[in-house]
């Protein structure tokens, strides 16, 4: 099974600072499957990144997903207030899926 | 595209629930459906995919033997099982499907 890692733990930010969020795998993704979630408190999860690249439906472009093999990064450009949240990496390039801890991007 | 779940349940310890998952807006048999839950406070945990094209299933090992995902193509809409529960299984049930959506998600309450 691939263990998902994401640093850091929490992210204090300001609303207009760039944001980078790591998540590192025990093994190669393959075909980069990896994806990239964002949930608020008391909602369903939303899908941001898959591919490891590729912006879902409707996502804003300051929203992009980069990496390969076992380092994948989220970088949000420009914070905007309801982009605080709670981000989750996946990896779906194996028969076993896994989602990372998580990482926690709060106002500064 | 959307997913849509069933509606909150209530259960006993010993008892089993069985939550549906109805798709439209993309051709349902082209891509892979993932059951995931979350427990309160906690992270998001992946128990399960199945391809609707061929029915074909991979369950996350902890769950082997109580959890069943099946299929009906003729209303797009996948079925997720999970049987002896315990408090432990208390948590939210969401379907995914990776390049599209979420579901909404679906309350699943074990209590005495």
């Known amino acids: 099974e691939i263990v998902l890692t994401q640093s850091p733990g929490t992210l204090s930010l300001s609303p207009g600072e760039r944001a980078t969020l790591s998540c590192r795998a025990s093994q190669s993704v393959s075909s980069s499957y990896l994806a990239w979630h964002q949930q608020k408190p008391g909602q369903a999860p939303r899908l941001l990144i898959y591919?490891?690249?590729s912006r879902a439906t409707g996502i804003p472009d300051r929203f992009s997903g980069s990496g390969s093999g076992t380092d994948f990064t989220l970088t949000i450009r420009r914070l905007e207030p309801e982009d605080f949240a709670v981000y989750y990496c996946q990896q779906y390039g194996t028969s076993t899926n896994t989602f990372g801890q998580g990482t926690k991007v709060e106002i500064k | 595209v959307q997913l849509v779940q069933s509606g909150a349940e209530v259960k006993k310890p010993g008892a089993s629930v069985k939550v549906s998952c109805k798709a439209s807006?993309?051709?349902?048999?082209?891509?892979?459906l993932h059951w995931v839950r979350q427990a309160p406070g906690q992270g998001l945990e992946w128990m399960g995919i199945?391809?609707?094209?061929?029915?074909?299933?991979t369950y996350a090992r902890r769950f082997q033997g109580r959890v069943a995902l099946t299929r009906d193509t003729s209303t797009s809409t996948v079925y997720m099982e999970l049987s002896s529960l315990t408090s432990e299984d208390s948590a939210v049930y969401y379907c995914l499907v990776v390049s599209y959506a979420w579901g909404q998600g679906t309350l699943v309450t074990v209590s005495s």
């Open positions: 807006g993309y051709t349902f048999t082209t891509k892979y």
């Open positions: 199945l391809n609707p094209s061929d029915g074909s299933i």
């Open positions: 591919g490891a690249s």
